[in-house]
């Protein structure tokens, strides 16, 4: 095996959105391998408009915490404080690419989990002050109500606000084609491995690469043999992508 090319004379399916894709796909392509980038979800504002996450970023210093579930959720956020730093509430982050966005408003974020899944962020997530406190919880419109439930039975009031929604856009016949005969395909998300079976009519190809436990639940329950990255990231994806293949 190419040691400086791991991947070579290998191709992988990319199911991220298209705006999403650019960073996973060029890492696998410097690693050798042929990408094809079939986009299974596309990115969309809330049906409100995302009026709802405006009000209650307007409002911000009414919660203890705000809590961001994915990278486009903490874009909206930030987006949505332009440039405004709250006071006294803080910020959480499922996993460090998913606090980028608002590192890079100028927001300190004072909780990444060593594990970047719902359990991982609970699991470290301190008890609300004496009286109570309050969380905006800010994610997809169809996400796990572990987070939120979780918070919740922890003594939190939590105010879930729907930052954006996952959409399915227009797929080509022939990139699909080229996906089915493809080596393996890179799940980072549940919604994608559900989008993706359902377009390939079953598990094809027959090996999943997962950035996480939930994605590859998901994808062994779709029938796939599934290879699970970590730590759950893009870097830990491209590590587990040339790890099975020097297999």
Do not use: K
Request: glycine share 8%; aromatic share 4%; net charge negative.
């Amino acid at each position: 095996m190419n040691t400086d090319l791991p991947l070579a004379d290998r191709t992988l399916v990319v199911t991220r959105a298209t705006d999403q894709a650019g960073t996973l796909s060029g890492a696998l392509a410097d690693r050798g391998a042929r990408v094809v980038e079939l986009p299974v979800i596309a990115i969309a504002d809330p049906a409100d408009g995302g009026a709802a996450l405006a009000a209650a970023v307007a409002d911000v210093d009414a919660f203890d915490w705000v809590v961001v579930t994915s990278p486009n959720g903490a874009r909206r956020i930030a987006d949505r404080l332009d440039g405004t730093i709250p006071s006294d509430t803080r910020f959480a982050a499922i996993g460090p690419r998913t606090a980028v966005p608002l590192i890079a408003a100028g927001l300190a974020v004072d909780l990444i989990p060593a594990r970047a899944v719902a359990e991982g962020l609970l699991g470290e997530f301190p008890p609300p002050p004496a009286g109570g406190g309050r969380i905006l919880l800010a994610r997809a419109e169809v996400a796990r109500d572990v987070l939120p439930d979780g918070l919740r039975a922890a003594g939190w009031d939590v105010d879930v606000v729907v930052a954006y929604r996952n959409v399915e856009p227009d797929t080509d016949p022939e990139v699909l084609a080229a996906a089915r005969e493809a080596d393996a395909v890179v799940f980072t998300a549940e919604s994608t491995v559900r989008r993706y079976t359902d377009l390939a009519g079953g598990p094809t190809p027959a090996l999943a690469i997962c950035i996480g436990p939930i994605s590859a639940t998901a994808a062994a329950e779709a029938g796939y043999s599934v290879v699970e990255a970590d730590p759950h990231s893009v870097e830990g994806l491209v590590d587990a992508a040339c790890a099975w293949t020097a297999r």
